[in-house]
């Protein structure tokens, strides 16, 4: 069964523009979580996914933005791009959303913002 | 609030020698708990979880990990190192603050090296 892909894989910007990424849970899975990881921040819960809708949120400004398709393949967007936003962007899947299902995650997509 | 500690950065060890990264958790009701390992480049990749049940829990690669409620400690173990274990581990806890969603809250990472 193919893992989670996520694309683009490598991603350079500049503060201000806006920016579209993309991610396709493992089939069968119809919760996706996407998660920021900086050197400074560690892993940080940006949101979740289930069925078509948000089923949490974490503490993050406006700027970034999500949404999930009927397929369950979802998208996150972040807007008027800042230095700060420099990351590698997970996206995980589980079979549900739930306490008790595990995450599998996709190799990223490593955003620079110049 | 929920919280995860991974007390040590890093962990060296030597290659057949057994390997213990630390984690301790605070949780308001029963915790969830995941280990997860991050090779250069790449994902986060599963190793194991604790639901409920026994308190030792079998994970891939060999690895495993015991929970420990008076300790809130879930501490990782592999009886004996192989330098291809050498990455960055992630312990975390389902944020119960969500009303059982997925979001997960993780440790800030304890880098593992094995030396041969």
């Known amino acids: 069964k193919a893992g989670v892909t996520q694309t683009p894989r490598y991603l350079i910007k500049t503060r201000g523009q806006q920016v579209t990424l993309s991610c396709s849970p493992i089939?069968?899975?119809?919760?996706v979580s996407w998660y920021q990881q900086t050197p400074g921040q560690g892993l940080q819960f940006l949101f979740e996914?289930?069925?078509?809708?948000?089923?949490n949120k974490g503490n993050f400004p406006g700027r970034f933005s999500g949404r999930q398709f009927s397929n369950s393949r979802s998208e996150m967007n972040v807007s008027t791009l800042e230095l700060g936003d420099s990351a590698l962007y997970l996206c995980?899947?589980?079979?549900?959303?739930?306490?008790?299902?595990?995450?599998?995650f996709g190799p990223g997509t490593r955003l620079t913002v110049t | 609030a929920q919280s995860v500690a991974q007390p040590e950065d890093q962990v060296n060890v030597a290659e057949g020698n057994p390997l213990t990264v630390k984690c301790t958790y605070s949780?308001?009701?029963?915790?969830?708990l995941f280990w997860y390992v991050q090779y250069p480049n790449r994902g986060l990749q599963f190793l194991l979880k604790?639901?409920?049940?026994?308190?030792l829990v079998k994970g891939s690669y060999g690895f495993e990990a015991e929970f420990n409620k008076s300790q809130t400690s879930f501490h990782l173990k592999k009886p004996s190192a192989l330098v291809s274990d050498s990455a960055l581990y992630f312990c975390?806890?389902?944020?119960?603050?969500?009303?059982?969603?997925?979001?997960?809250?993780f440790g800030q990472g304890t880098t593992l090296q094995v030396k041969p």
């Open positions: 996914y289930f069925s078509e809708t948000q089923r």
């Open positions: 975390a806890v389902r944020d119960y603050g969500s009303s059982n969603t997925g979001k997960l809250i």
């Open positions: 089939s069968g899975h119809r919760s």
């Open positions: 949780v308001s009701g029963n915790p969830y």
């Open positions: 995980a899947s589980s079979l549900a959303s739930g306490s008790t299902y595990e995450q599998y």
């Open positions: 604790y639901i409920t049940g026994d308190n």
